[in-house]
Each structure stands twice: as structure tokens, then as C-alpha cells.
């Protein structure tokens, strides 16, 4: 029997071990929070991701992968020779650190839009103008769904937002005017083997993504051009495992690369119920080395995220689950997190035999989720 350990307990880490327990895989997650979604479904080390005994269980299983990037270094490092960490602490150090992943991304090949670290205050004189005059002031690390990010418009505006994100290393981009977002997933095999996933379009309210559908609406072409970059940048920061890339897509076609994540995506929970292999065992094969083709759905498909969302005086708005579910061709995927305003508690996939019907479906399911 195969075992696979994973840093982290979320909601990722959930569905990575729904989807490796029919492959004959068993989990453990390494998890501090005790409520954590994971809980229910794999093996729970119930401790700090640098406990010394909880780390010696995950370096008994045959391979260890993680469901977020802010994993601490020291528990990579005491890893380290024991067992195959994928995707590996080099990847993982950049992924986490905007201005690195920037740096590596362009190295790689990959076009990104224009940027700026800042380490200094120093760093922020004339710096709107280089990226363009308008911007978007990201904190380097821990961002995520949007938080530790701020539009500035004028120099004033950037100090302003600098001081108010604590004066920590951030990176200052350009603000791109793109047409849709979408993002791609790419797994490479230890051997160098590279598959990918769909390419998803996606739709972000207030910085979190709300709808992802597939397939994107692109120009013909654009999936391949996704697929070069990625292959580029797997190939460059020598992936083992499963990452995504989120793009910008320019009104002329032309991709830029958002970020990374070094791991399955939100983007990618559509595949679930899509009718092809999902991005969960795509994972689960790449990290084991396991045979893996590329993933994508059967048939057109979107996700709908349920986030915690309150009323006029901050009541909880939870939606009616029975009404959602009894639509024709959608599943509600719950995490059993508590409400809390903006979190992310779970998705609603759909699924329909074509794209029109998938877009009638959707807007039927939308109003039903606050
Ligand atoms: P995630 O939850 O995806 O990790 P995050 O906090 O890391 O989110 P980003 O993905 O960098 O944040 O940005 C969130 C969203 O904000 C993007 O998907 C996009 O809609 C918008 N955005 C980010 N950067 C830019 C930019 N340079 N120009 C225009 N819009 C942007
Ligand atoms: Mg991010
Ligand atoms: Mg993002």
C-alpha cells in the first residue's frame, strides 16, 4: 500500500485525500488545527508542521507533498534526504516570495507584468512610473485571496499603501488592463515527464475567485501558448509534482503570467465533476510517480465558490444547499470549516452536456449563492 504525506490540512489537502484513497493510497496530514477539513478523511498528526514526531511519520511515507506554500523552511529542511518532498524547497522558496517568483518566472522565459521590489522606502521613488503609473502594491508574502494588496494610483497613494501593508517586502506591479483570467495546471514527473491540466477561465469579485468555468473563452491558440510558458517554467525550476499558473490574458491574446502556486488550485475544482481525472489525483499520481496523462474534463464545466458572506447587520447568509443541489448537474463540495466572513467553505460544481446549457445552469445556481 502506497502513503502519501501532506503539509496541511485544509481543504486541499481534503480532496487530495478523497481523491488518493480509491488509487489505494492511504494520507497523513501534518496539521496544527485540530478542526482542520483533512480531519475527516486522512490520517490527522494533530501538531506544529516543525514537530520532530510529526515530521517522522510524513518521512515514513513514500513521498510528501503540501496543499499551501507557506510551509516553515525548517520543516523542509528536517525532510530533507528522508523523503521526496514534491514539489521540492527550491520551487517552494520561490512560489512563496512574489519579487523571487517575478524574477524566476522571467528567467524561465515566462512574461509577467512589469514590477518593482520593494525592500526600501528608497525603492519607491519613481517606481509607479517604471511599472506603467498605475499600479498594485502586493505584500512579498502570506498574500492570498486578495489580502496584502492595495491599487495605488499616485506616488502618494503608493506611500500611503506601503505603510499601511507595515512596510514589509512587497512587489509593485503594473496594473493590467486584461480581457479574462485563466490559469493551467502542469505536473512533471521526477523523470521529467510534463502533463497538463485544462485551461479554466476565471472571475474574481473583491479579490476572491467567485466562478471558474471551462473551457475558457480564448482565442485559438492561447491554451497552447499557456502550456509553452508552463512546460518553460517547470522545466527551468525543475518541478516535481503538480503547480498552476494563473494568467492575465491581454485583449490582443497575449498571456501574461499572474502568479504560481505550487500546487492544485481553487481554479481547478471544476475538474471534479468534469467526468475526466481531477487535478486531485493528477496530484496524488505526480507526487507518487504514478502513470499520469493530462487531466481535463469531458464536458463543459464551472465552480461556483461558496464564501462567507453576511447580511445588512453581519448575520451569517448561508445558502440552501438543498435548493443548489437539486439542480440538475451540480455537486456541493463542503470543507466543515465554521462561517466566517470571507472565508472560503466550500464550492458548487457544474456540470452540462454543452456550453449553452452550462451557461443557463450557472445562472440558475448563482443567485442561489450569496
Ligand atoms: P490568490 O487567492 O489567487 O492566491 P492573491 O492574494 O495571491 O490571490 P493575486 O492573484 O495576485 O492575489 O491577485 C488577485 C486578483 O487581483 C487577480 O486574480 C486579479 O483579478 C487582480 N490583480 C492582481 N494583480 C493584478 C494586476 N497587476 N493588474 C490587474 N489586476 C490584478
Ligand atoms: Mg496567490
Ligand atoms: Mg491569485
Given at each position: 500500500?502506497?502513503?502519501?504525506?501532506?503539509?496541511g490540512?485544509?481543504q486541499?489537502?481534503?480532496m487530495?485525500?478523497?481523491?488518493?484513497?480509491p488509487?489505494?493510497?492511504?494520507?497523513?496530514v501534518?496539521e496544527?488545527?485540530p478542526?482542520?477539513?483533512?480531519?475527516?478523511c486522512?490520517?490527522h498528526?494533530c501538531?506544529?508542521?516543525?514537530?520532530?514526531a510529526g515530521?517522522?511519520q510524513?518521512?515514513?511515507?513514500d513521498?510528501v507533498?503540501?496543499?499551501f506554500e507557506n510551509?516553515?523552511v525548517?520543516?523542509?529542511d528536517?525532510?530533507?534526504g528522508?523523503?521526496?518532498v514534491?514539489?521540492?524547497?527550491?520551487?517552494?522558496?520561490?512560489s512563496?516570495?512574489?519579487?523571487r517568483?517575478?524574477?524566476?518566472l522571467?528567467?524561465?522565459g515566462?512574461?509577467?507584468?512589469?514590477?518593482?521590489?520593494?525592500?526600501?522606502a528608497?525603492?519607491?521613488n519613481?517606481a509607479?512610473g517604471?511599472?506603467?503609473?498605475r499600479?498594485?502594491?502586493?505584500t512579498?508574502?502570506l498574500?492570498?485571496?486578495?489580502?496584502?494588496?492595495?491599487r495605488?494610483?499616485?506616488d502618494a497613494?503608493?506611500?500611503?499603501a506601503?505603510?499601511?501593508?507595515g512596510c514589509?517586502p512587497?512587489?509593485?506591479?503594473g496594473?493590467v488592463?486584461?480581457e479574462?483570467?485563466?490559469?493551467?495546471?502542469?505536473?512533471?514527473?521526477a523523470?521529467?515527464?510534463?502533463?497538463?491540466?485544462?485551461l479554466?477561465?476565471?472571475v474574481?469579485?473583491?479579490?476572491i475567485?467567485?466562478?471558474s468555468?471551462f473551457?475558457?473563452h480564448?482565442?485559438?491558440?492561447?491554451?497552447a501558448?499557456a502550456?509553452d510558458?508552463a512546460?518553460?517554467?517547470?522545466?527551468a525550476?525543475?518541478?516535481?509534482?503538480?503547480?498552476?499558473?494563473?494568467?492575465?490574458?491581454?485583449?490582443?491574446?497575449?498571456?501574461?503570467?499572474?502568479?504560481?502556486?505550487?500546487?492544485?488550485?481553487?481554479?481547478?475544482?471544476?475538474?471534479?465533476?468534469?467526468?475526466g481525472?481531477s487535478?486531485?489525483?493528477?496530484?496524488?499520481r505526480a507526487?507518487?510517480?504514478?502513470p499520469?496523462s493530462?487531466?481535463?474534463?469531458?464536458?463543459?464545466?464551472?465552480m461556483?465558490n461558496?464564501?462567507?458572506?453576511?447580511g445588512?447587520?453581519?448575520?451569517p447568509l448561508?445558502?440552501?444547499?438543498?435548493a443548489?443541489?437539486?439542480?440538475?448537474g451540480?455537486?456541493?463540495h463542503?470543507?466543515?470549516?465554521?462561517?466566517?466572513?470571507?472565508?472560503?467553505?466550500?464550492h458548487?460544481?457544474l456540470?452540462?452536456?454543452?456550453?449553452?446549457?452550462l451557461?443557463?445552469r450557472?445562472?440558475?445556481l448563482?443567485p442561489?449563492?450569496?
Open positions: 500500500e502506497r502513503t502519501l504525506g501532506i503539509l490540512g485544509g486541499l489537502a481534503q487530495l485525500a478523497l481523491a488518493a484513497i488509487l489505494g493510497v492511504r494520507v497523513t501534518l496544527p488545527d478542526q482542520a477539513p483533512a480531519r475527516l486522512a490520517r498528526l501538531a506544529p508542521y516543525t514537530d520532530p515530521l517522522a510524513l518521512a515514513a511515507c513521498a507533498t503540501l496543499e510551509v516553515p525548517e520543516a523542509l528536517a525532510l530533507r528522508r523523503v521526496p514534491r514539489p521540492g524547497a527550491d520551487l517552494l522558496a520561490r512563496k516570495h512574489r519579487a517568483e517575478k524574477q524566476a522571467q528567467r524561465a515566462a512574461v509577467t507584468a512589469p514590477f518593482e521590489a520593494i525592500e526600501s528608497e525603492d519607491l519613481g509607479l517604471r511599472v506603467g503609473g499600479g498594485i502594491l502586493k512579498s508574502e498574500g492570498y485571496d486578495g489580502k496584502g494588496q492595495a495605488v494610483n499616485t497613494e503608493l506611500r500611503a506601503w505603510d499601511a501593508l514589509v512587497c512587489v509593485l506591479e496594473f488592463a486584461f479574462r483570467e485563466v490559469s493551467l495546471g502542469v505536473a512533471r514527473s523523470g521529467g515527464q510534463v502533463a497538463f491540466g485544462p479554466v477561465e476565471n474574481h469579485k473583491g479579490g475567485l467567485r466562478t468555468v473551457p475558457a480564448v482565442p485559438h491558440g492561447t491554451q501558448a502550456r510558458m512546460r518553460a517554467v517547470a522545466d525550476w525543475d518541478l516535481e509534482g503538480l503547480m498552476t499558473l494563473e494568467f492575465f490574458v491581454l485583449p490582443g491574446g497575449q498571456l501574461l503570467v499572474n502568479e504560481v502556486a505550487p500546487r492544485v488550485h481553487n481554479s481547478g475544482h471544476l475538474t471534479q465533476d468534469g467526468g481525472l487535478q486531485f489525483e493528477a496530484q496524488v507526487v507518487l510517480d504514478l499520469l493530462d487531466w481535463a474534463p469531458l464536458l463543459p464545466c464551472a461556483v461558496v464564501v462567507g458572506a453576511a445588512p447587520e453581519g448575520q448561508m445558502p440552501d444547499w438543498a443548489t443541489d437539486a439542480l440538475s451540480t455537486r456541493v463542503l470543507y466543515h470549516k465554521d462561517w466566517r466572513a470571507g472565508r472560503k467553505l466550500g458548487v460544481n456540470v452540462a452536456p454543452d456550453p449553452e446549457t451557461r443557463e450557472l445562472a440558475s448563482e442561489l449563492i450569496p
